[in-house]
C-alpha cells in the first residue's frame, strides 16, 4: 500500500525516534498568487530536511521526503 512521505516519516520517526515530526515555515516570498513556501520537518530540535514548493502542504512533502533519505528510512 502506497503512502505519502509525510505518513511514512511520521511512522518511522515515531517507531524509531519515539519522536513525533513537526514541520516550521522557514520562509516564505512571491505576490499573493504565487507564493512560495520552504517549510522544516524537525525530530526535536534537529532541523532534518527542508522542502520547497508552492503551498505549504506540498513543502512539507518534499521535506518529509528528503528527511526519509536523510535518515536512511525510506
Wanted: overall charge negative.
Amino acid at each position: 500500500m502506497f503512502k505519502d512521505p509525510k505518513s511514512l516519516f511520521q511512522e518511522r520517526s515515531q517507531e524509531i525516534s519515539e519522536i513525533t515530526p513537526t514541520y516550521k515555515v522557514l520562509e516564505e516570498w512571491g505576490p499573493d498568487h504565487e507564493k512560495q513556501f520552504r517549510v522544516g520537518v524537525y525530530l526535536g530540535e534537529e532541523l532534518v530536511a527542508e522542502g520547497e514548493g508552492p503551498s505549504k502542504q506540498l513543502a512539507e512533502l518534499e521535506a518529509a521526503k528528503l528527511a526519509l533519505r536523510v535518515k536512511k528510512w525510506g
